[in-house]
């Protein structure tokens, strides 16, 4: 342990030498472009994640080096920060944000490693955000805010203003506040976060890479968010939370079918909980076959690698499966029943804990 000085008369403070902060990415079983419309969704953290080890450093800035791509960024702390191209704007933004929202940091060396495919939909960006975000606060001294949904609005901030993809909370949430063994009913209008025991007993939840990447920033995404705020501003409402199926005669094409998918998957998500608490997996399963045909033929976000992957895994006997994320490519998850053979390219998916300190020397 090396000793910190900057609290003053306050005295010493023991600042860890070395720290990793780890965040996990995220499984979205059913609640698909609903939190940014005040909706509900019904994510879990998973095990794979992005680890970010920490060094205090004398120089005033944050080098940051990408182990996988052999990449090294330098970012000036209480700089005049600028956007600027591909994964250093998450340094960036992470400094900025932080920096912004009144935390003093200090100088730090940062190595950042993932076992979460990126482009997957499976959150490697929400859980770069949050790594980044609690090393630089550990490796400060700072204490975490109490608040981690707080926390989790200012991680999406960094997506939002630095990256450029104007997502919502879902994933900076799932990360944070993900729990073993549960998924988490997040109802966005009230930020009430509810966890839901995620039993599957002999049956498994896996993901399939579709074979193709996706990227929010480059996809229909932020189009998609467009369309259903001019949804919502057409139809006089505080958000698509409160529009009903009648509203739907007073939109215009594509509109409709985008607020249409929004009032029907919310209601899936309080299936899928109901379902979940009976332990009916048959009709999870249902569910998540009617989400990925309302992301497809409402919303408009599959792609043809997708269709076939979700095709093939429903062809080898899977309950239900279903494009996750934003969509426009990424793997896709898939409800296999106890007696249903493993695809050679499954890759078995299980709730686990949300991000944390993964201990200082
Ligand atoms: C991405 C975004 C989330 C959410 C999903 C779609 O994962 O980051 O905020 O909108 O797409 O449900």
Known sequence: MALCRRHGDRGDCVSPARLTAFAPGRVNLIGEHTDYNDGLSLPFAIQPGVRV??????????????????????????????????????????????????????GAQLEISA????????????????????????????????????????????????????????????????????ALRIDFRTLEVRPVPLRTGAWS??????????????????????????????LGLDSLREACLDDLDRLPGPLDRRVRHVIEENARVDATVEALERRDLAAVGSLLDASHASLRDLYDCSTEAVEQTVARLAQGGAAGARMMGGGFGGHVLALLPPDARLPHDARPVAAAAGARLLGSE
């Open 115 to 182: 076992d979460v495919p990126d482009g997957a939909g499976l959150s490697s960006s929400a859980a770069l955000e949050v790594a980044l975000c609690l090393a630089l606060l550990a490796i400060a001294d700072i204490p975490e805010p109490d608040d981690r949904v707080a926390l989790a609005q200012m991680c999406s901030r960094v997506e939002n203003n630095w990256v450029g993809a104007h997502t919502g909370l879902l994933d900076q949430l799932a990360s944070l506040l993900g729990q073993a063994e549960h």
């Open 53 to 106: 080890a920490a060094e205090p450093r004398d120089v005033h800035d944050v080098v940051a080096r990408a182990l996988d791509r052999g990449e090294e960024v330098s970012v000036p702390l209480s700089g005049n920060l600028r956007r600027g191209d591909g994964w250093a704007d998450f340094v960036r933004g992470a400094v900025g944000e932080l920096e912004a929202a009144g935390f003093e940091l200090r």
């Open 205 to 234: 939840l896996v993901t399939v890479p579709s074979g193709e990447r996706h990227s929010l920033a480059a996809s229909g995404y932020n189009e998609r968010r467009h369309e259903c705020e001019r949804a919502r501003a057409e």
